[in-house]
């Protein structure tokens, strides 16, 4: 399944950005969607998810409360939206969906199947 995000760039500290991740290929179905990233010489790193159906939704503690996952089944399209962003954020972010994700794995990289291109996203202080 061709995953394509996108929506990164250069942000100051404090602002906002919102990712976009869209799923090409009538027959696409999925069990959950998510986001990772990669910080240059850090491994990739959970950042949310969210259940396809039933829209539940799961974060990492470092961006609760400032990143908001959620999709519109209807365009098969997954989005990250991120506020307060902060240097740390900075990292290439992928997205990722499951056909067949079991709640206790929803936040392991091991799970999804197939992953999109990164789209960097620079915090600058």
């Known amino acids: 399944v061709p995953l394509q995000a996108c929506g990164g760039g250069l942000v100051q500290a404090g602002g906002s950005l919102r990712l976009s991740c869209a799923a090409s290929?009538?027959?696409?179905?999925?069990?959950?969607m998510t986001w990772f990233r990669q910080a240059p010489g850090k491994e990739r790193e959970f950042v949310a998810a969210?259940?396809?159906?039933?829209?539940?939704?799961y974060y990492a503690e470092s961006v609760k409360g400032r990143f908001t996952i959620s999709r519109d089944k209807a365009k098969n399209t997954l989005y990250l939206d991120m506020n307060s962003l902060k240097p740390e954020d900075t990292a290439a972010y992928y997205c990722a969906s499951s056909r067949t994700v079991i709640l206790s794995e929803i936040t392991r990289e091991r799970a999804y199947n197939y992953w999109g291109r990164g789209t960097q996203v620079t915090v600058s202080s």
């Open positions: 969210i259940k396809w159906n039933g829209g539940s939704t």
């Open positions: 290929g009538r027959a696409f179905s999925a069990s959950a």
